[in-house]
């Protein structure tokens, strides 16, 4: 009798704050995507109109393709950078384990914003990276390219990542007993063997937990492309952020979120049908 | 007789640990020479920290000796990485692949060999069979007891007929009466895969029930190697003595050798025992062992020859036996076992009851200390 109302006594506070602040705006936001229009007597009409206007406007679905394209890119990309790194640290860095570590995570201590204003500065046309390649005779002219681009949205959004997607691909690799590997060894593979064999199947729960860790908040990423990305970098969340604050077509923007939520629902369903994200879900 | 299985020649192993500026420098195993037989069932026995388990990890290859050679088959193996030597070993806590099924397990090293396969599938499953789990083939790891994932651990490692099946305390973590079954059922495997073993325990009684041979060892070295009887009945050390089985140490000075027999002053009484492979000389102190059970007791105040007298402390009946812990005079308490057997009482003697204890000489074993 009493664990129930232990268990709910623990799971009601997050639950309550979810319903408030998750499922309620969710539910105003399906609300708002049937409304005509966002102010005055249009909000009481009842349409489909939207919905029928982003199903028939290709330009929608290809930003939505674009940047979900991008955001699967910047997370693989992310994800091999952060493999190596995460092995690193759990099989060669030693003693020097715990330094690394914080090294790697101390820039996350500082506000994301700044971190990719930095990069405006590294990538701009009088820029770090402009001034080096200059400096060194390779190129004759400063490149505007480097900035407001999708390449910039790409690098910028994978520096951001790399930290976390590195942390869960540690842990699982810490958590993998080492007799394994000399098992694996002993057993007739070479060291490479092993790693295909051993290491990293036992690794995958880790590196589909960062894949997704990253994955997910890049598809509806806004703030960086906006601040490196500039027309060409645009992502498919700076078309929601303009439906709401500059078009003030609230109902339009609803339709967009929500067709981005069914994108990233049914990415999540091709992947538990695969199987291992379920497992990872399991341990 | 054929070149030996195993051979280890003056093999030493440092482990060095820095902390800091400091080194520290940890022998692990020190000049070991051992030679081990083909086919032979060969135990490693030890208190823990003693070496075994690193002696095991010098033959499989995950650790390079300091100094000295290791030949397999007459093969050096200082160059030989584990992936291409010919033993597997059967790992303490079993090292069963998580992701794998119970088949695919098996079949890993044949899997790495690139052996066909139907030849591949026929082995697993000859493997599954002589450990008599075929019908778990599809398990994973997780889904088996802890009997049932040695048994697929033993099986992963045979199923590549290696030269040399190398054994660190695999049923350390089983249960007793499962152990028990499992030293037999291990030590017929064993003789019917005609495979050579080298077993790891700190478990003496499983040395003595497995083995052809034991080395015994502590702090890194080699002490005794012997068959179980000739390490049970004539150790050569206190050391061994007291490690393998249970024995009462005395103390005395010798005082006449005639060959192999010695006569020793125990608390003022003159006993005899063997001088093994240490002839002492008289006037020099000497340290003897007797097992409990070739101790006998006579309840007699009169003093016989060659007998200590002693006065019974404790009466402990433990079925099968009956446990006298006897004091003597300037020496640590004896223990004396008596066989309740044909004809003899249990508890015969009291508390309390002076008696005499006698053996035979070749019972009693001068020491090295």
Known sequence: MEHPRRLFALIGPPSVYLTLFFLLPLGIMAVFSFRAGTIGEARNVFTLEHYRQFIANAAYHRLLWRSSLMAFGIASISTLLAYPLAYFLTFQAGERKLTLMTLIIIPTWTSYLLRVFAWKLILGTNGLLNTLLLSLGIIDQASPILLYSRTAVMVTLVYVWVPFVALPIFAA?????????????????????????????????????????????????????????????????????DQFVRALNWSMGSVMSLAMLLAVI?????????????KLLEL | MSEPAVELRDVTKVFTSTRGDLAEEVYAVQEMNLEIAQGEFFTLLGPSGCGKTTTLRLIAGFERPTKGEIFIHGQPMSKVPPNLRPVNTVFQNYALFPHLNVARNVGFGLEVRRVSRPERERRIHEALDMVQLAEMSNRRPSQLSGGQQQRIALARALVNQPAVLLLDEPLGALDLKLRKAMQIELKQLQAQVGITFIYVTHDQEEALTMSNRIAVMNKGRVLQVGDPVTLYEKPASHFVADFIGESNFFRGVVEAVSGQLVEVQVSGTRVRATAGALPPSSGQEALFAVRPEKVRLIISEESIDGALRG??????????????????????PVAVRVQNGCGI????YRRGDVVQLSWLPEDAHLLAD
Request: a negative charge; aromatic letters at 10%; one cysteine or more.
């Open chain 1, 266 to 278: 049914v990415l999540l369903v091709i992947f538990s049908r695969m199987g291992s994200f379920s």
């Open chain 1, 173 to 241: 690799l810490e958590r993998i007993d080492r007799s394994l590997l000399e098992a694996a060894a002993d057993l007739g593979c070479k060291p490479w063997e092993a790693f295909l064999r051993v290491t990293l199947p036992l690794s995958a729960p880790g590196v589909i937990a960062g894949f997704f860790f990253c994955l997910i908040p890049t598809l509806g990423e806004y703030v960086t492309p906006l601040l490196v990305g500039g027309g060409q970098g645009a992502m498919y969340g700076n078309l929601i952020q």
């Open chain 2, 345 to 348: 009482a249990p508890q015969e």
């Open chain 2, 311 to 332: 006065v019974i402390q404790e009466v402990i009946y433990i079925g099968t036996d009956t446990r006298y812990i006897v004091n003597v005079e300037a020496q640590s």
